[in-house]
């Protein structure tokens, strides 16, 4: 069984930065995508960054490349979204999930792809 839990939001003011952290407990076996969602009020979440854990091969949502970075350090069992220059539309509730990877390819982009999930952290931007 695989644990996640996610830390590092915060209050912040546009164009700040907030480093957002997904421990994972219990190794998944084999290769495994780790991503992050974002939930705003009466949305579905979306997904914004996500990493795989042997080819570090990333995915990013249009409205977050170039200010957001995905990374994981695999000897902690960590990853981490590095978000610079925030603006007020990256505000909600964050949420690391992840899943074992069947078949290498695509990355998985919708929840239902997604078998584990941690409790959510709330990023919120003042403008």
């Known amino acids: 069984q695989v644990q996640l839990i996610d830390s590092g939001g915060g209050l912040v003011q546009a164009g700040d930065s907030l480093k957002l952290s997904c421990a994972t407990s219990g190794r998944p076996f084999g290769w495994y995508e780790t991503g992050w969602f974002r939930q705003t009020p009466g949305a579905e979440r979306q997904l914004v960054a996500a990493i795989t854990s042997r080819d570090f091969r990333t995915y990013y949502v249009d409205s977050v490349k170039g200010r957001f970075t995905i990374s994981r350090d695999n000897d902690k069992n960590t990853v981490y979204l590095q978000m610079n220059n925030l603006k007020a539309e990256d505000t909600g509730t964050y949420y690391c999930?992840?899943?074992?990877?069947?078949?290498?390819?695509?990355?998985?982009?919708?929840?239902?792809?997604?078998?584990?999930w941690g409790q959510g952290t709330q990023v919120t931007v003042s403008s």
């Open positions: 999930a992840g899943h074992v990877i069947r078949r290498i390819g695509d990355f998985a982009t919708t929840m239902d792809q997604f078998e584990d």
